[in-house]
């Protein structure tokens, strides 16, 4: 068996193995900027995700170097679809809004996760959320 499809199993196990762990969290994927250059979301409402959720106070190296202070990082184990807007980065955009369970919510700050070549996505996706 090749590494990826160990990679693939392994996040399927995990990711079966903590549902009862996982929360849920409303995703509002951005799409573009209005004529008031105010962001527009589709759904408006958002999309029900669940992630597993770490949310504590930390400092973190972005992947430009930079190190920023973070309030939560979310691992979402199931896929996202990408949503195939122009100029956005999928499948989650840094202007996109996530909104924890508490109804918080601050601005992306980081995204990553280790790339499955032959399905074209993230084998597991994490986002980290800054600090106000």
Known sequence: MALA??????VSIVNKQTK?????????????QDGFGSPVYDPPEGIARLAILDQRYQLRTRSDGQTVPI?????????????GTEGREEPIDARDVIVLPD???NSIVNIEGPYDPAMGKPFILTVWLGSK
């Open 20 to 32: 009862s762990v996982q929360v849920t969290v409303t995703h509002k994927q951005w799409t573009k």
């Open 71 to 83: 309030s939560a990082s979310l691992n979402f184990l199931d896929p996202i679809l990408p949503k």
């Open 103 to 105: 109804g918080s919510s």
């Open 5 to 10: 499809d160990l990679i693939r199993k392994g």
